[in-house]
C-alpha cells in the first residue's frame, strides 16, 4: 500500500531535485492530455532556486508567451483574477458555511438522542432551557404528523399492515405528547391538551 505523501519542504538537496523533475514531468503530462482533450491553451512557467535565470516554459517560450499577452489583452472583468485577500476571504466563508452545516447536522443529532431517551422513558440529568425549547417544537411537529394520521385512519380501513403502523405511531404519538407536556412544566409553555385560549 502507498503511503500518502507529508506535504512539506524536502530538506536533502538531492531528494528534493528528484522529486522536482518528476513532478515537472507529470505536470507537463498533464498540461499536454488538458489540451488534447479539452482543446484548451494551457502553458507553465517553473522557476527552479537550483535553475535562477533559466526556467522551464511549456510548452515552448513562443507559444507561452503568446497566451500571457492574449490573456493581458482581455478586459479586466473578464481575467476573474483573485489576490491573496479576496481568495482568503472566499474561502473563509465557504468554510463559516461548511461549520454552520456541520453545526445543523450535529445538533440534530444532538436532540433525536434526547428525544429517544425520552420515548424510551429514560432520565435526561441536567438538560438546558434551550434543549428543551427545541425539544418542544420536535415533538409538536410530531404530535401534527401523528394527528394526521388519526385522521387517515378514520378515513380509510386500511391493510392490517397499515393499521398495525398508524396504531404504533399513535401510541409513539401519545408518548410525545407526555414528554411535551414535561417539558411544559420547565418551559412555561402551553400545554398541548389545553385547547387555545379565546380571543
Not at 507529470?26 to 479539452?38: A, F, H, I, N, R
Not at 535562477?52 to 513562443?62: A, Q, T
Not at 438546558?128 to 385512519?153: H, P
Request: neutral net charge; hydrophobic residues 35%; proline residues 5%.
Amino acid at each position: 500500500m502507498r503511503m500518502r505523501l507529508k506535504l512539506q519542504f524536502i530538506e536533502n538537496r538531492n531528494a528534493r531535485k528528484q522529486a522536482y523533475k518528476k513532478r515537472k514531468k507529470g505536470l507537463s503530462k498533464k498540461m499536454d492530455e488538458m489540451c488534447t482533450l479539452c482543446a484548451v491553451q494551457v502553458c507553465a512557467i517553473i522557476n527552479s532556486p537550483d535553475h535562477p535565470g533559466n526556467p522551464d516554459i511549456w510548452p515552448s517560450p513562443s507559444e507561452a508567451l503568446a497566451l500571457v499577452e492574449r490573456f493581458e489583452a482581455l478586459p479586466l472583468n473578464k481575467k476573474n483574477i483573485m489576490d491573496q485577500t479576496t481568495f482568503l476571504a472566499a474561502e473563509t466563508k465557504k468554510q463559516k458555511r461548511y461549520l454552520q452545516k456541520q453545526n445543523q447536522e450535529n445538533r440534530k443529532l444532538e436532540l433525536k438522542v434526547f428525544l429517544d431517551k425520552i420515548l424510551n422513558g429514560e432520565a435526561l440529568g441536567e438538560i438546558c432551557v434551550d434543549d428543551l425549547s427545541d425539544l418542544y417544537e420536535i415533538l409538536m411537529k410530531r404530535v401534527e404528523m401523528f394527528e394526521g394520521l388519526k385522521l387517515v385512519r378514520g378515513s380509510t380501513s386500511g391493510t392490517k399492515d397499515e393499521n398495525g403502523f398508524i396504531k404504533e405511531e399513535m401510541g409513539t404519538a401519545s408518548m410525545a405528547v407526555e414528554a411535551s407536556n414535561d417539558a411544559k412544566q420547565h418551559l412555561n409553555l402551553p400545554d398541548l391538551n389545553e385547547p387555545p385560549p379565546e380571543e
